[in-house]
């Protein structure tokens, strides 16, 4: 122990304790882990139904300005007894 010196030792084994796993089990544990997704759902009239939602969005922003719009007329009658376009 003064000098430093240690000992080593090389174990050799002919066969292995534990059986490496072949490739193909682990594989197929791997696959078992992760669960399938789910279908895409189909997609028919795609292009069509894009145009449709398009339109949509379109009809509630002009609706959603015109009710911002008759809010204002409202309020400017009310003060003013005019409609805004009446001048």
Known sequence: ????SYVTIDIVLDRPIIE???LSDLYRKVSDLIPPRPPYPLKTNSAGKAVDDY???IKN???LILDEYRKVCIDDI???GTLPNDQ
């Open 1 to 4: 122990v003064e000098h430093s």
């Open 20 to 22: 490496k796993r072949k």
């Open 55 to 57: 339109h949509q969005q």
């Open 78 to 80: 009310n003060v003013e």
């Open 61 to 63: 922003v002009c609706n």
